[in-house]
């Protein structure tokens, strides 16, 4: 693991997510490579009632409590595949949701893999891991190494940030740890 992308995610989730929108994430399948723009996140801790660390370290959560860093991709709805950033120190169930992301490069073979187009293509954690191939087979993965790597940009100038209630999940409704960036088309829900 790269130090400074350590450095960068050994933070409790709820820092680490507004700070990954605008990061790129690089996927190599066969030959091809996509590049993809961050624009959603959300955080979850062991504390949060919400996240799948909230009962203690299990077979399927078992990545989250590992070093940041890594990539935790888990099975939902018995059919489609989210993943996550792990963050924090290692031995914290913590992680930060990846909800949407923007293509940059390689869209003609995301829209291969996913068979859509448009903001269709991305906006929501189901469909970006679609779009970019990830599965179970990625959890556990060192995000600082292809072939999925996380790209922290240097930046400019600030992005804009909508911070609110997290999207789809019955408990802690209320908790504002949901982040993206305001008015991007591939938002999942604006």
Not at 85 to 108: F, H, N, Q
Not at 132 to 151: A, E, K, T, V
Request: glycine share 8%; with cysteine.
């Amino acid at each position: 693991m790269h130090t400074t992308l350590t450095k960068f995610l050994d933070r409790p989730a709820s820092i680490v997510a507004p700070e990954l929108l605008g990061c790129i994430l690089e996927r190599e399948i066969n030959g091809h490579i996509m590049r993809v723009k961050i624009v959603e996140t959300e955080a979850y801790d062991e504390t949060d009632a919400a996240s799948h660390s909230f009962n203690g370290r299990t077979q399927r959560n078992d990545t989250m409590y590992g070093k940041s860093g890594y990539l935790y991709v888990y099975f939902t709805y018995g059919m489609h595949y989210c993943c996550n950033v792990v963050t924090d120190k290692e031995g914290i169930g913590s992680a930060v949701l990846i909800r949407a992301v923007e293509p940059l490069e390689g869209v003609e073979y995301m829209n291969e893999l996913r068979n859509r187009v448009g903001n269709e293509l991305t906006n929501g954690p189901a469909k970006l891991c679609q779009a970019l191939g990830i599965d179970r087979r990625l959890d556990g993965h060192d995000l600082s190494q292809l072939p999925f790597r996380l790209i922290v940009p240097s930046r400019d100038t600030p992005l804009r940030i909508v911070q609110t209630n997290r999207v789809g999940i019955t408990k802690a409704k209320d908790v504002q740890w949901r982040f993206y960036i305001e008015a991007n088309e591939y938002v999942s829900k604006p």
